[in-house]
């Protein structure tokens, strides 16, 4: 649970520190989003890149398409979180009650996910090179 502390003082600057720490977030998301955007449509790069060499491209997995929405959809759900979490940390703000993060933040969340992602995919590159 988390540990609430009253507010010492309305200094601008713990606002100003949210609105920075709120648009941290928001570029984490695009980043996420534009990354699996590029993850998505490179399985359609590597046919158009065989296309133009006059190769035979090799049987689509599908995998990019999925790891890609996946990038894509998490993108949309850490901006979305980081969202509510600014509305209500400066709710608590405006009402005088500063709250410490549990120990599942957003960020603990992010780095497991990113984490297992980064494992499922190092797995697909192994199978794939196998063949």
Request: glycine share 8%; charged share 15%.
């Amino acid at each position: 649970m988390p540990d609430e502390r009253p507010a010492e003082s309305s200094d601008p600057r713990v606002y100003f520190a949210a609105e920075r720490t709120l648009l941290a977030w928001i570029r984490t998301g695009l980043a996420l989003m534009g990354f699996g955007f590029i993850v998505a449509r490179f399985g359609l790069f590597l046919r158009e890149l065989a296309e133009v060499h006059h190769e035979a491209p090799s049987p689509p997995t599908g995998y990019s398409l999925w790891v890609g929405v996946a990038l894509v959809l998490l993108g949309v759900v850490v901006t979305a979180w980081a969202a509510r979490k600014h509305y209500l940390w400066v709710r608590r703000l405006r009402a005088g009650v500063v709250t410490l993060p549990g120990p599942f933040s957003l960020v603990t969340l992010l780095a497991v996910a990113l984490a297992l992602m980064g494992i499922v995919i190092a797995i697909v590159l192994l199978l794939g090179l196998q063949h």
